[in-house]
Structures are given as structure tokens and as C-alpha cells.
């Protein structure tokens, strides 16, 4: 899979090196490329923002240096996504479609965000997704695109040592995963559950099973609802 990201912080992207996806980077898994997004401004100051019209706090990022940028780096068949507290929500099944895709190109834009004719743009060639990470305000869209990299890269084929773990995790059967526990059998006066080291594969499943309810049960009452 290709990945292309445009950013006006592309030293956020370092971290690429140090983690996982380094390690598919190395295997040819993933080809990663980071464009500054400064390189396609025209002006001195390679400016990419302007106040806002219609008035309000904070600074709009430019549609041409984006209009430029972008021009240059999709494919045609490139989807663009566009990391947006104002997007739909981010989720397993969201990264398992861009595990699909031949090339993803994020856009990562700052302050209050990108000059909404980028988006409006794109979709007419494109397949555009405005995506949000979660309820909360983040300063960009850096740390949303390394969140969702990650969550693609490693579903990749050929990625996980052992796929099997892709498929008992949290979320990927709509729960969050059962708790797990290694040696010693006792620490600090707490036992390992005695059903796990019972050797009775039905009755450990059954336990996993009820613990997977339970916690959701407890944590997260909204997964439940469908
Ligand atoms: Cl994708 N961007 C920003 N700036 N804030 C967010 C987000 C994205 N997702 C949640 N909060």
C-alpha cells in the first residue's frame, strides 16, 4: 500500500521510523511518503492560512497551496482523508476498508481547518473522507493520521506475525476484549482466574466470552445497542 501525507509539520511523521509501522515501511508492506505542504505555496512568507470570512477566531488554511499540493500527489485511484473534529467518527471497520485501498493520501490540516472547497473539490474525482478521531479538540490532524495509519497498516496482510490475533481483539467482534494474564500464578495476593489454567479450551471460551459482555456491559453500554 502507498501512503502519502502533506502537512505543514512534517517532523511529526518521525515517529514513523521508531514504531511498528517502520517495520512494514522495511518490508515493503507500506511506502510512506511526507510532503510539507509549504513547498506548494508561491508568496515569501510561504504562507498557508487567512482569516476566516465571515469573521470568527483563528485562521482557515488556503485552498491553493492545497489545490496545488494535492493536484501533484493523487492517483486516480487515491482515497483522500482528511482528519476533521467535524468528520465521522473513526472506527475498526473504517480501518479495514482503508487496509483496502491501493493508496491513501492524508491531508492534515491545522488551526481551524481547511478551506471547505478542498473537500467539496476533491469529491467530484475522488473518494474524500473527513474523519474524526473522537469527541475531544486536537491541534491538527497529525496525531489523528498517525492514529489511523497505524490502526490500517497493521491489518495489512503479511503485517501481523500472527493473524489470529487480529481476530480476538477488542472491537473487531464489535466488544472490547476479555482481560488477559501471564506467570506468576499469584503476585502481590492475586490470583490468576483458576477457570484459565483449568485446560478446558470450552469452558476458557466460555469464561472470555462472558468477561468480553461483561466489560462492554460496564464500559462501553453504547456498543451493546446494535
Ligand atoms: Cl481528526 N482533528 C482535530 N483537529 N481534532 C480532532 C480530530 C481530528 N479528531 C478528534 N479531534
New binding site residues.
Given amino acids: 500500500m502507498k501512503i502519502d501525507i502533506v502537512s505543514i509539520f512534517p517532523g511529526y511523521f518521525d515517529v514513523l521510523e521508531l514504531s511498528l509501522l517502520g517495520k512494514a515501511a522495511k518490508s515493503k508492506l507500506v511506502d510512506v511518503t511526507v510532503h510539507d505542504l509549504r513547498d506548494a505555496t508561491t508568496d515569501v512568507h510561504k504562507s498557508v492560512d487567512d482569516t476566516p470570512y465571515g469573521g470568527g477566531a483563528g485562521m482557515v488554511m488556503s485552498p491553493e497551496p492545497w489545490g496545488t499540493m494535492l493536484d501533484g500527489v493523487l492517483q486516480e485511484d487515491s482515497w483522500l482523508v482528511v482528519?476533521?473534529?467535524a468528520?465521522q467518527l473513526f472506527s475498526q471497520s473504517l480501518a479495514v476498508e482503508f487496509s483496502q485501498a491501493p493508496h491513501l493520501v492524508f491531508a492534515c490540516g491545522r488551526y481551524e481547518g481547511i478551506d471547505q472547497r478542498v473537500v467539496e473539490h476533491y469529491r467530484t474525482t475522488h473518494r474524500v473522507v473527513e474523519?474524526?478521531?473522537?469527541?475531544?479538540?486536537?491541534?491538527?490532524?497529525e496525531v489523528?493520521a498517525l492514529a489511523m495509519m497505524e490502526a490500517t497498516v497493521r491489518l495489512l496482510p503479511g503485517f501481523m506475525g500472527n493473524p489470529e490475533s487480529l481476530v480476538e481483539e477488542s472491537h473487531e467482534k464489535g466488544l472490547l476484549e476479555y482481560p488477559s494474564f501471564t506467570k506468576p500464578r499469584t503476585w502481590r495476593g492475586l490470583d490468576v482466574p483458576e477457570v484459565l489454567l483449568s485446560g478446558n479450551h470450552d469452558a476458557i471460551r466460555t469464561w472470555r466470552e462472558e468477561q468480553s459482555l461483561e466489560r462492554t456491559r460496564q464500559v462501553r453500554p453504547d456498543l451493546l445497542e446494535d
Fill in positions: 482528519p476533521s473534529p468528520g474523519v474524526s478521531v473522537g469527541d475531544y479538540v486536537l491541534n491538527g490532524g489523528a
